[in-house]
């Protein structure tokens, strides 16, 4: 069979699944209200599912900090870090980012998933164990695959079996305990005090992949360690500019000056990309310096999440999740949930379904993120359109 025949064979077998996805084109900037196409009409929505939690993403104050960076240094490097790819602004950013987590340093990749993706080749070896929680994002569970470690895999949170886990690889050199900091499908929070405890105790270092933290969790947004009080105790943190931080892009990678010097030298997506656009940690520069005085933002947050949660649970539907502005509504079939989400575009809510195997069959559900620049009107808006189309298809009563 031909190669492109093949490719046609498997997107019918996804389609069968109901399990296609299929890009929404913005005609406006990332913000709290959107335009798309809807029936071959532009149309306004509130927008419900971008992880631009303070809201940063159309910032002027970004805008015109990228826009300097630009005219002064250009559009890109055309090179990776170590032959030319390193201006001022590359080290600055990894400075300011390693402050701002309170980390000994930091290095920058091109995004996250290329972090997470070689952060552990060049620290771990066949004689090492990676104990990763069940629920990891896709690019630790890639970045394991990339490394030669004996791998353990925990249930969710599940600290009695994150202890089995660290008492099976007690006889490995290193070990190392792998958690996202929160869980973005569940809008779930990892328990690093308790992870911290056991690692301690069973002498693994622990790694947190804050992705959906930094900017909008702890007093000053670094994230679940300074909610938690664990600041500290983590030997690794990775996450990203592309979310809270200002949503262009760019991960990182911190931890102590050892770890880090290591990545630079034997980090492949680090060592064979090219180096993140000037413009662009600029952009990721000005927004940790909003972040990190953004309380103000981060209450609005809390509050626009405590208000869409209580709207939501009066009108009796069924929400995942705690303690964060991601805020999952449960419906359960797949395709139901689909056509939810298409409904509330249509009352001008634009919504993301997800459906098995991004998460567990029949769990299929609505993943709601608020935002810092969401008003109480748009809230309101959205729990009324949610109400409206629960009823029609029978979520609530
Ligand atoms: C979004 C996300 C990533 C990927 O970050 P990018 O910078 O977009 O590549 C990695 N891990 C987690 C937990 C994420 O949520």
Redesign the pocket.
Known sequence: MKLTDYAAQLLQEIDAMGTRKNERPLLSPQASQIVTHSGGQAKQAINLCA?NYLGLAADQRLVEAAKVALERYGVGMASVRFICGTQDLHQTLEQRTAAYLGMEDCIV????????GGVFEPLLTADDAIISDSL?????IDGVRLCKAQRWRYHNNDMADLESQLKAAQSCRQRLIVT?????MDGTIANLPAICELAEQYQAAVMV????ATGLLGSRGAGTPEMLSVEGRIDIL??????ALGGA???YVAGSKAVVELLRQRARPYLFSNAVPPAICAAALAAIDIAEQADTARQQLQANAQRFRHGMTSAGFTLLGASHPIIPVLVGDAALAGEVADALLQRGIYVTAFSYPVVPKGMARIRTQMSAAHTEEQIDQAIAAFIEVGRIYQLIA
């Open positions: 992880n990749f091109s995004s996250c998933f290329d972090a997470n990891n994002h896709a690019s630790i996202d900091g929160v869980f973005s992949d804050d992705c959906h990775t996450g990203t500019y592309g979310k892009s760019g991960g």
